[in-house]
C-alpha cells in the first residue's frame, strides 16, 4: 500500500510541472533533384577476375589498369595495384663492429643501455654482415 501511495504521488507531481510550448517548426522546402545526393551502385566482382588469395582478386580494366579487388567483412573493396617500394635496411645503422680475427664484437646502443654480441665471421646474419661492410668503407676513407 505505501508503494502505490508514493507511486501516486510520483505521477501527481509528474503531471503538475509545467510543461514548455513547443516551438512550431519552420516548414522545410522540399529536396529538388540537384540536391539529393547520387546513389551509387554496390562494387561487383568482374567476371575476368583472378583469384590471387583468399578472399582477394586481381583485373585489369579496359584502359590497363591493374586493380585488387578484397572481400571484407563490409563488403567488396577495390583499390589500385601499385608497384611494391623498395628501401635499403636500415637495420645496421648505429652498430659498432670490431673485427678480432675470425670473431667479430658488435656493440649498439639501446633503450636501456650498451648491448654487446660476439660471432664468428661464418655465422654472421645479414644486418651484421651489411655492419661490417659499412664499417670498412668507412674505415678504408680515412
Same mark, same amino acid.
Given at each position: ?22 516551438? #512550431?517548426?519552420?516548414? #522545410? ?5 540537384? #540536391?539529393?545526393? /547520387? ?6 566482382? /568482374? ?25 571484407? /567483412? ?9 608497384? /611494391?617500394?623498395?628501401?635499403?635496411? =636500415? ?16 656493440? =649498439?646502443?639501446?633503450?636501456f643501455g650498451l648491448t654487446s654480441w660476439t660471432k664468428k665471421m661464418d655465422d654472421v646474419n645479414e644486418v651484421e654482415r651489411m655492419a661490417i661492410e659499412k664499417s670498412r668503407a668507412a674505415?678504408?676513407?680515412?
Amino acid at each position: 500500500m505505501l508503494h502505490a501511495g508514493i507511486l501516486l504521488m510520483m505521477t501527481l507531481a509528474d503531471l503538475g510541472q509545467s510543461r514548455p510550448v513547443a516551438k #512550431k517548426a519552420a516548414p #522545410k522546402a522540399p529536396m529538388t533533384a540537384a #540536391k539529393k545526393a /547520387p546513389v551509387m551502385a554496390p562494387l561487383t566482382l /568482374p567476371t575476368a577476375a583472378v583469384s590471387s588469395g583468399p578472399n582477394q582478386w586481381t583485373h585489369t580494366d579496359a584502359q590497363g589498369k591493374e586493380w585488387i579487388y578484397r572481400q571484407g /567483412p563490409f563488403g567488396l573493396t577495390r583499390m589500385a595495384k601499385t608497384a /611494391p617500394v623498395v628501401t635499403e635496411s =636500415r637495420l645496421h645503422e648505429g652498430i659498432s663492429v670490431v673485427e678480432q680475427g675470425d670473431q667479430v664484437q658488435f656493440s =649498439r646502443q639501446g633503450p636501456f643501455g650498451l648491448t654487446s654480441w660476439t660471432k664468428k665471421m661464418d655465422d654472421v646474419n645479414e644486418v651484421e654482415r651489411m655492419a661490417i661492410e659499412k664499417s670498412r668503407a668507412a674505415k678504408s676513407k680515412q
